[in-house]
């Protein structure tokens, strides 16, 4: 396979350590599982091999086939796993073992277990007898065979036991026997208690002294071949069963079953003699495509609901917080309470004021009908006095016309009395409208004095006056109608008022327009700092510029003195050819070059000495710019972090 094909797979690394198989059973009864459950396959029969072989991947009971030598499993799953085609046992020499091996211990362990109890020995009795019939055991077996078996039936049972956990373990392989594979095998299974079993117990298993550790060994064996089905009748992803594998997976036991699954394919085909593995290779590539396509149509609706979702967080975030409109109604709601709190008192004082003006009228009404029955009791008595009196006919004349008189002044003064209340009546509808009126423009000028903060006094630095007002209908002075709220009295509208109101329009009036003068006042001192800071601006311009200039007339000097320097190298390198030319023509010639020779050791100290100056010369300089630009550097940060405190003070 080329790269990118093999980059498709994962590392087919066993990620359990291999020891799927040994998971501990605790000591519990567990539900029998269906017989029909068990008959599932294990492992499968090896498809390009006749004899048993050492796999390449380590060993798992999981996945491995059962074996064709060992007797009586031939009806016990014998249907081939997909992802399987390993042969050979656990035991067998240059094999890894199923589980890591107990390591050995100083002394046995000491079983904490009741096993000799008798209510316990039968409740181990009903379990193991249970499993077995449910795990279709080949042998003849009975309750009674389990109170006193003889080594040949605990022979069966423990081999049936241990074939369930590992089909492809062969007993007596290679002449052992069988007392000598059962403590290594209970090893091998982790059995807590295994260096406390005896191989002389095996002769005589239903002993007094040996069966009772025997039974709860196989009791143990039962729960833990009961774990192990339960396990492989889960769904959990370490099983690693490719039909389990879903179309979308990240799992590592997932990629682990598809890397198995290809590996003993190819590995087949390559066995066979083969060497074409493009089948496995398209499968492996349609596997993750369509894992790919399942990933991508899962990123495709994420998609769709990340852009509804943006779509509704930027129609929530476009419009203000709902709780801000919710506090300003709450704000506005409770100033109406308050306005409102206010005018119940208002009313409940104007309604108390209305009650005793009844209360006064009822009292007057009741003092005038006690008039009026005494005036016509005296009617009535000067009636009587009239009829006993004896008058002459010019008497009664007189009277009759001054009857007349009366009766007469009488009706006009009914017709006046009625133009009276007639126009009495459109009085107090006027007066009630304008009453009305009056009141609203009471609450006008109150809800005025309120959006103007003046409610209910003054604010400094004017002189706290109270301006509310409220109406007293009930007073018969004109002038107490409308009075102050303070105190009661009446109010004087025209002086009082109209001149607290004026002088509080002449403040404001006042502070508006020194508002506006410190508004001209900043404007101007902005417009200076605006033109400052064009001024720093082109200054950093400039010494940026000079900055530049220095750092490009470094990088000359820097060049210059690297050129220098190399010519200096080359004439040294000349000087020392020269000298051990010299010092060879010395030799040839004798002491005559001595003094040419020293000349030249002089000119080579001399450069080497000009070499080093002009090093440092350029050191020096270099430094200097460098000090010159960050002292520069600092007092434009200064000038500018003074203007930036300037700016923020003003």
Partial sequence: ????????????????????????????????????????????????????????????????????????????????????????????????????????????????????????????????????????????????????????DFRGIFEHLIGLLDPTYVFGEKGKKFEDEVVPVLKVHQYPFADSVDKKWLAAPASMHSWPSLLAML????????????????????LQDLDQVPENFDDEN??????????????????????????????????????????????????????????????????????????????????????FEDYLAHCETRKQRVLDAISKEEKEIVVDTANLQKLREEQDRLAVVVKEQNLSPEEVSQMNSEQEMLSRAVEELRRKNAEASNQMRSLEVALAKRSENVEQAIDEYTDFLDRLGLFPTVPPPLPPTDLRLEINFASSNPRELVRRSVNGQGADLKNDIKTALDSVADYLRREHQRLEDEVVTVEQELDEVTVETDKVEEEIFEVERRTGNVQEEAEAIRVATQQETLMSNGEAVRLQK?????????????????????????????????????????????????????????????????????????
């Fill in 1 to 152: 396979m080329d790269s990118a094909r093999r980059s498709m797979m994962r590392p087919s690394v066993d990620p359990y350590g291999n020891i799927r198989s040994g998971i501990p059973a605790p000591l519990t009864a567990k539900k029998p599982t269906p017989a029909a459950r068990l008959r599932q396959s294990f492992a499968g029969p090896q498809q390009f091999l006749n004899a048993p072989r050492n796999s390449l991947y380590p060993s798992q009971s999981l996945n491995a086939p059962p074996s064709a030598s060992k007797p009586g499993s031939a009806a016990f799953g014998r249907t081939p796993m997909r992802n399987s085609v390993r042969g050979g046992h656990q035991w067998a020499a240059g094999r890894q073992s199923l589980l890591p091996s107990t390591p050995a211990l100083s002394h046995a362990l000491k079983d904490p277990r009741n096993n000799r109890d008798k209510a316990f020995q039968q409740t181990m009795r009903n379990v193991i007898f249970a499993w077995l019939q449910e795990s279709q055991f080949q042998g003849t077996i009975s309750r009674q065979t389990l109170l006193s078996p003889t080594a040949k």
């Fill in 219 to 238: 009791h143990w064996l039962v729960e833990l071949s009961k774990a192990r089905y339960a396990y492989l009748d889960s769904s959990e992803p370490s």
């Fill in 254 to 339: 997932h990629h682990a079953a598809l890397a198995f699954h290809y590996y003993t394919d190819a590995y087949g085909i390559f066995l066979s003699g083969a060497d074409d593995f493009s089948e496995q290779d398209q499968y492996l590539e349609n596997r993750y495509a369509r894992k790919d396509e399942s990933v991508l149509s899962e990123l495709e609706s994420f998609k769709t609901e990340y852009q509804a979702l943006s779509s509704e967080y930027q129609q929530l975030t476009e419009k203000p917080a709902p709780i801000i409109d919710l506090e300003s109604e709450n704000a506005s709601m409770r100033k109406d309470k308050k306005k």
């Fill in 578 to 650: 020269e000298l051990a030319h010299a010092r060879t023509v010395a030799l040839a010639n004798g002491v005559g070059v001595k003094s040419r020779l020293q000349a030249l050791q002089i000119a080579y100290q001399e450069q080497i000495e000009r070499v080093d100056r002009l090093k440092d010369e350029t050191v020096r300089m270099i430094l200097k710019s460098s000090s010159d630009i960050a002292v520069f550097k600092e007092e434009v940060s200064g000038h500018l972090n003074h203007l930036r405190q300037y700016a923020e003070e003003n």
